[in-house]
């Protein structure tokens, strides 16, 4: 898979208080541009539809902050936690979440491009209804989260854990999870959504009771 995330970014200014620079911005209906941001700590802040490019967020905390409808394009989180953050609806399109902190976000209804997720923790997010083109989760820790209904094409899983993921209605067709941890996915019965999925040998014998099979051990 060809790696994408964001273009070189241009120079960027220092924005030392972010969620008054926001909220200025979205008062006025400014769209934020070649920022940067550092150790910045946001609790419960409110940047609805909110538009980001090129971009670049370190070291940052958006805890329980509402991005509903929000843009994203070329932007950087690093070393970020956005735990228990609302994305519902919001728009990504070559952005990278790299070291980044997201347990519990809502990322549902939204449409994800050439995004790379790289060493990022994603325990119990919700990706439901979510539309990914050439999405790549490396040693992502994707621990009962839920996508279901989920649209994907080019998505690619490296070293990643999926256990315990709701599934449900979202084809997994040509994802290689070979490489990866596949355990226990929340399915429909039959498991239509597995068809066509590459798991490994052992991956197999674990899931083949889906199947309605018996393994005689």
């Not at 241009?10 to 400014?30: G, H, P, S, T």
């Not at 609805?48 to 070329?74: K, M, P, W, Y």
């Not at 990022?120 to 979510?130: E, S, V």
Request: aromatic letters at 12%; proline letters at 2%.
């Amino acid at each position: 898979m060809k790696m994408y995330g964001p273009q070189k970014m241009k120079q960027l200014d220092q924005v030392d208080d972010f969620y008054a620079y926001a909220n200025r911005m979205i008062l006025k209906e400014f769209l934020i541009v070649d920022i940067e941001s550092c150790d910045q700590g946001v609790d419960d802040g409110v940047f609805f539809r909110i538009e980001i490019r090129n971009s670049l967020f370190s070291g940052c905390s958006f805890q329980n902050c509402n991005f509903e409808g929000a843009t994203f394009v070329d932007v950087v989180f690093k070393s970020c936690d956005l735990s228990n953050s609302k994305f519902t609806g919001a728009y990504f399109e070559r952005c990278h979440f790299v070291s980044c902190k997201c347990v519990g976000a809502n990322m549902s209804d939204t449409v994800v491009k050439q995004t790379i997720f790289e060493h990022a923790n994603l325990k119990y997010a919700h990706f439901d209804q979510t539309r990914m083109t050439d999405v790549q989760f490396e040693q992502v820790d994707f621990t009962e989260a839920s996508m279901t209904d989920a649209k994907l094409k080019r998505f690619e899983a490296i070293k990643s854990r999926f256990v315990k993921n709701n599934f449900f209605k979202t084809a997994l067709a040509m994802v290689d999870f070979s490489d990866n941890e596949l355990i226990a996915p929340m399915v429909s019965m039959p498991p239509v959504e597995l068809k066509g999925a590459v798991i490994n040998m052992f991956q197999a014998a674990d899931l083949i009771g889906l199947w309605g099979v018996i393994v005689k051990r």
